[in-house]
């Protein structure tokens, strides 16, 4: 009798309904599944709640979607066409949110094809690879703490194209020169610059010489940050 309940009206011999309890177990196994992924994805990653709750809830989209599919071509291309369309309706994302995205999808596919076994198995080799991979990353990270922005404001009276130099060549081992631009009514130059320094330590040293070459105008270092966007 509720079985009955959850039977389509379209069921034939030749597409089997689903039994309730498969298709309950199947869910909450998603469910969990895109839980664990969720959490994975928090460590060390910069994330906005609602990514990681659309992460949390993906494989158990996509395994509903597979569940009811169940075999159907037609219906197939159907929901092949619908998910296509939601790339359109989103904003780029970096590479680890496509890669998360993928992954969810792929274990929802996996379980929604009736593969418990191999949808827990695949998140769990996957998810740890994912955390000693960011882990990884986050060691060889330590060099772009380096990398830096520089803007260097200037006098309009000063010629700038190789007044920094020298001093540019003695505290970093690579800088090229990203754009000029004019300020406070053409009076200033404000150059901006993208260096790699040698040492971290002489940071203050080097932003003393270029104080001395600008006339103590504003001078700026930051680190280079990433775009971030949200899905």
């Given amino acids: ?104 999808m792929g274990t929802g596919l996996t379980a929604g094809m009736g593969y418990l076994g191999y949808a827990l198995l695949s998140a769990l080799i996957l998810g740890f690879g994912s955390l000693i991979y960011t882990w990884l990353g986050l060691k060889f990270s330590k060099n772009t703490e380096r990398r830096k922005t520089l803007h260097i404001t200037i006098p309009e009276n000063l010629d700038y194209p190789q007044v920094f130099d020298e001093i540019l060549n003695l505290y970093a081992s690579k800088w090229e020169m990203l754009d000029v631009k004019t300020t406070n009514m053409g009076s200033l130059f404000k150059l901006t610059y993208q260096i790699t320094l040698k040492d971290l330590r002489e940071e203050k040293k080097f932003i003393d010489e270029l104080r001395c070459r600008n006339g103590n105008l504003e001078i700026t270092v930051s680190r280079q940050k990433p775009v971030l966007c949200e899905l």
Wanted: proline share 3%; glycine share 6%; hydrophobic share 55%.
């Fill in 1 to 104: 009798m509720l079985n009955d309940m959850f039977r389509s009206v379209f069921d034939t011999e030749k597409i089997p309904s689903i039994q309730i309890t498969q298709f309950l177990l199947c869910l909450m196994v998603s469910l969990v599944i895109g839980m664990f992924l969720a959490l994975v994805y928090t460590y060390k990653n910069h994330y906005t709640q609602s990514f990681v709750i659309t992460l949390a809830l993906i494989p158990a989209i996509v395994c509903i979607v597979i569940l009811l599919v169940n075999g159907n071509i037609g219906a197939g291309v159907a929901v092949a066409g619908a998910f296509n369309l939601v790339r359109f309706r989103s904003v780029p994302g970096s590479a680890k949110e496509i890669c998360a995205i993928f992954l969810a």
